[in-house]
Nanobody, 128 residues
Framework: DVQLVDSGGDVVQPGGSLRLACIVS????????MGWFRQAPGKEREGVAVISYSGGSSYYSQEVKGRFTISRDNAKNTLLLQMDNLKLEDTATYYC?????????????????????WGQGTQVTVSA
């Protein structure tokens, strides 16, 4: 079975940092496009950052560009999201996701319904 296990969420003050991790099993991680999405209460799930199978390409939403960094360690089947300068509006449940295939297009970040596998989510709360 495919499993994506998210972790790293916490309560942090504005301006603080967190690093999320997602450990993947049951699929060929090194051949899979990966991404992070988030969902705040009462809002739709939105893309945060996506990364190609090799890590050579990535795309970010405008809301997090310049503050968040997505990366992957294919040897450890792990996806990471470094979040710096966190803002109140970053509060949400964060999900890692896998999209079968090695192609990454910029619009993939906007099409959550086309992603195949999801983690259980990890809560990030930014609060003063």
């Amino acid at each position: 079975d495919v499993q994506l296990v998210d972790s790293g969420g916490d309560v942090v003050q504005p301006g603080g940092s967190l690093r999320l991790a997602c450990i993947v099993s049951g699929l060929s991680f090194g051949d899979t496009t990966m991404g992070w999405f988030r969902q705040a209460p009462g809002k739709e799930r939105e893309g945060v950052a996506v990364i190609s199978y090799s890590g050579g390409s990535s795309y970010y939403s405008q809301e997090v560009k310049g503050r968040f960094t997505i990366s992957r360690d294919n040897a450890k089947n792990t996806l990471l999201l470094q979040m710096d300068n966190l803002k109140l509006e970053d509060t949400a449940t964060y999900y890692c996701a896998a999209k079968i295939g090695m192609r990454l297009d910029w619009w993939d970040i906007y099409r959550a319904n086309e992603w195949n596998y999801w983690g259980q989510g990890t809560q990030v709360t930014v609060s003063a």
